[in-house]
Structures are given as structure tokens and as C-alpha cells.
């Protein structure tokens, strides 16, 4: 559960709670995330390890790790990864 003094929180510190949420999910398929930049309401992201080049990889990151950061920083727009 998230207390009310999270949200106060600064912005990269919010992203990098939801990062440290999914990373576990990602790591048990042997891949992993990390954030390379806040970019205004932009996240970029490196998906590493089996999550660099997998076929679902768009998929996991638009509907999981995007999914977590919206809802952990609602200022943030979208979530992109970078190469």
C-alpha cells in the first residue's frame, strides 16, 4: 500500500519505485529494465538481458512496465525503450 507522503515525492524517485515493482516479473524471465531518462512527461527505459529483442517486448513494456510508471507518476505520458 502507498502512503499519502509518496506522492510527494520527486518525479524520478516515483519511476524508479514502479521500476523496482515490475523488475522482479521481468528478472524471473531473465530480462530486466532500467531508466536511461526523464524526458518532461517521456520515461526512457533500456529493456535488457531476455527482454532486449524478445517479441513481446513491446508488449510488456506498453502494457506492464508503462502501466506501472503512469500509475506510479500519473505526469508521465508515455514510456519508451530505447536501443
Do not use: Y
Request: aromatic share 6%; with cysteine; glycine share 6%.
Amino acid at each position: 500500500m502507498i502512503d499519502q507522503t509518496f506522492w510527494d515525492k520527486p518525479l524520478e524517485e516515483r519511476v524508479c519505485s514502479a521500476l523496482d515493482e515490475v523488475r522482479p516479473a521481468l528478472q524471473a524471465d531473465g530480462g530486466d529494465v532500467e531508466l536511461i531518462a526523464i524526458d518532461g512527461s517521456i520515461v526512457r527505459v533500456a529493456l535488457t538481458g531476455a527482454c532486449h529483442g524478445c517479441p513481446m517486448a513491446r508488449s510488456t513494456l506498453k502494457e506492464f512496465v508503462e502501466e506501472r510508471i503512469c500509475f506510479f507518476a500519473p505526469e508521465i505520458e508515455e514510456v519508451v525503450a530505447e536501443e
